[in-house]
T-cell receptor, first 113, second 111 residues
């Protein structure tokens, strides 16, 4: 679990708040990911960054804004969220080669009131 | 749209038995296959990866891959209560960053 860390682990926010999720990987990886996990649903890929450039954005609403300042850090900025955005948000990282294995952080449990 | 299908379960097995989990995928270009274990309230943890047809064993876990039939399975031998978790199947194409996940199979090992 220490390879990929996420803060905060739990977050409760109102619909008008602005907050940020932070992810840091200590594995020397080149790619980082944000996933959303809702109850009884498959993991949903939100964003992919490779070498600090966004390479994938799976039609995520603009109220979610990612930022990758360097290959070790990834942020997810949140604003004007909806209650249906309540979920577990997972960060992952991978080497970026082939085959590629993703390693997950512990996640942030987000509740939007 | 790549699809990965798993039986949601729950799959209930007695302690010491073999738990068998199956996963099918739609994309014939898939090259890498992974099994993750996720305990309730925790994040997914990689337990097996397999890239070639056949069996791969790691301790009590065996992954089986059949690319022609587009399925990958996971066997858990001598199941323990600590194996009770949701098991996620994931696949990706060679050179593709994206993993496509199944919804997971929940396994309960009863003592």
């Amino acid at each position: 679990e220490t390879g990929v860390t996420q803060t905060p682990r739990h977050l409760v926010m109102g619909m008008t708040n602005k907050k940020s999720l932070k992810c840091e990987q200590h594995l020397g990886h080149n790619a980082m990911y944000w996933y959303k996990q809702s109850a009884k649903k498959p993991l949903e890929l939100m964003f992919v960054y490779s070498l600090e450039e966004r390479v994938e954005n799976n039609s995520v609403p603009s109220r979610f804004s990612p930022e990758c300042p360097n290959s070790s850090h990834l942020f997810l900025h949140l604003h004007t969220l909806q209650p249906e955005d309540s979920a577990l948000y997972l960060c992952a990282s991978s080497q970026g080669g082939a085959p590629d294995t993703q390693y997950f952080g512990p996640g942030t449990r987000l509740t939007v009131l | 749209q790549k699809e990965v299908e798993q039986n949601s379960g729950p799959l209930s097995v007695p302690e010491g038995a073999i738990a068998s989990l199956n996963c099918t995928y739609s994309d014939r270009g898939s090259q890498s296959f992974f099994w993750y274990r996720q305990y309730s309230g925790k994040s997914p943890e990689l337990i097996m990866s397999i890239y070639s047809n056949g069996d791969k064993e790691d301790g009590r876990f065996t992954a089986q891959l059949n690319k022609a039939s587009q399925y990958v399975s996971l066997l858990i031998r001598d199941s323990q209560p600590s194996d009770s978790a949701t098991y996620l199947c994931a696949v990706n194409e060679e050179g593709d960053y994206k993993l496509s996940f199944g919804a997971g199979t929940t396994v309960t090992v009863r003592a």
